[in-house]
Each structure stands twice: as structure tokens, then as C-alpha cells.
């Protein structure tokens, strides 16, 4: 109701402008830079904390609002698949400042390119695949295997891209193809608020709560390629619940 209000929508987006992108582009410039630094120095775990930095400050100036649930669910020290639900480019914000998980993204190719962002990603050992090769997709996703152990794991969005009405799209296997060879049990994540704070393919940015639920593990025993469309619905039907 309130992003309803014209004058108060409109006054946030002059803030929108003049304050809060230049924080944006200032934040992710420095920090980038400080990931980089931390990379070459002292390791991609170490790295990783300019990015939880980068998140919150962000999200903190636009402002969103951030409740998380289930991580008692979670053991740091066994590495998962993580799948979780796309609406909003927020969903970034809502993973890398309150998933309390190392963990590397799986980042299409063309991020690589952008200025600090892309170089620092790349250091930090996030994973980038061409979407237009799908042979080279698959061997970029084999690679990454031997980057995520020891508790490190690795975040997918199943759906391919985000959701233009915050509804499920249909899942991609690319997840769980990976969670059968790598024996790592999938962590079904629904994040909810973001897209009335971002809609996909808009700019129409205005403050708002978020809500981060974190399901039980589904182990990945007993699924092979041949019933792994049960593993997808499962994780889907879980995702959903917390929608």
C-alpha cells in the first residue's frame, strides 16, 4: 500500500538517484577491490566477507528489511546445492548477507565482464558459464566440483531466470545433475518480499521486508538420472511451501 502512494514512490525514486546508486556503485567498487585484495592474500573463504558487507550495507540503505528462518538447518560443515526460488535481482542481497553458508555462485558469462564486479567474483572462484555453449556450460559446471568441499557449497537458481510474477517457473536439472555427481545434499531456499522491492525487469526499486526461510536438506541417496525429476519436484515442492 505505501509503494502505492504516489508522492512517497516518487520522492524515493529522487532518493533512489541521488543517493542510494551512488552508494551502490561506490560500495561494489571498494569492496570488489577488497575482495580482490583478501583473494590474493589470505584465500576465497576470507574473500567472501566483503561480499556479506557489500549485501547488508546496501541493503540497509535501501532500506529492505531482512527475516531469516531455518538455519538450524544447516551444518557448516558439510557442503550442499543450494536451489533456491528467483523474483528479483534483490534475491543477490538476501543469499550473500544472511545465507550463513560459504558458498560460490553460478554466474552467467557475461557478469565476467563488468568493471571490478566480474574480476573480483572471478578471484573470490565463483563459477561463470556460457549460456550459448552447452557443452562448454557442462564442463565449466564439472570444474567447479573440485572448488566446492569442505564446506563450501554452491548456489543455483533452477529456474534459469527470475520470475516476472513471482510465481515457480519450471526447474533446470543443472542442480541437481551436479548434487548426483558431487553426493552433496540439495538445500531448498524460498525467498519472499523481494519482488515487490525490485520486480524483475524493472527499476521501480522501493523499500520493503524480505524473508529468507531455509528448508530441511533432501539427501540425494537413492536418486539416480533416472528418477531425478523426483528430487526436482520434491525441492520445488518445498521452495513452494515457504512461497
Known amino acids: 500500500m505505501i ?16 543517493i542510494f546508486y551512488p552508494l551502490l556503485g561506490a560500495s561494489t567498487v571498494i569492496l570488489g577491490l577488497m575482495s580482490i ?10 574473500a567472501s566477507i566483503p561480499g556479506v558487507i557489500w549485501a547488508r550495507f546496501n541493503s540497509f540503505f535501501t532500506p529492505m528489511f531482512v527475516k531469516v528462518k531455518g538455519t538450524e538447518n544447516i551444518d557448516k560443515k558439510q557442503s550442499y546445492v543450494i536451489v533456491a526460488n528467483h523474483q528479483s535481482q534483490y534475491d543477490i542481497f538476501v543469499l550473500y548477507g544472511w545465507l550463513p553458508v560459504d558458498f560460490k555462485w553460478v554466474m552467467k558469462m557475461e557478469l565476467r565482464g563488468v568493471p571490478v564486479l566480474g574480476y573480483s567474483c572471478y578471484r573470490i572462484g565463483h563459477v561463470f558459464i556460457d549460456r550459448s555453449n552447452s557443452e562448454a556450460a557442462i564442463q565449466q559446471i564439472k570444474d567447479a566440483r573440485d572448488r566446492i568441499k569442505e564446506g563450501t557449497s554452491i548456489v543455483f537458481f533452477p529456474e534459469g531466470h527470475r520470475s516476472s510474477d513471482g510465481r515457480l517457473l519450471p526447474f533446470k536439472k543443472g542442480a541437481f545433475n551436479f548434487a548426483l555427481e558431487s553426493g552433496f545434499p540439495i538445500l531448498p531456499v524460498t525467498i519472499k518480499g523481494t519482488g515487490k522491492i525490485l520486480p524483475s525487469n524493472s527499476t521501480a526499486l522501493f523499500p520493503g521486508k524480505a524473508e529468507l526461510i531455509i528448508h530441511k536438506p533432501l539427501p540425494v541417496n537413492g536418486y539416480s538420472r533416472d528418477n531425478i525429476h523426483l528430487l526436482m519436484e520434491e525441492s520445488r515442492r518445498l521452495i513452494e511451501s515457504g512461497m
Not at 509503494?3 to 541521488?18: A, D, G, S, T
Not at 585484495?37 to 576470507?46: C, D, P, R, Y
Open 3 to 18: 509503494r502505492e502512494n504516489k508522492i512517497l514512490f516518487n520522492l524515493y525514486q529522487i532518493y533512489k538517484l541521488f
Open 37 to 46: 585484495f583478501l583473494a590474493l592474500v589470505a584465500g576465497q573463504k576470507t
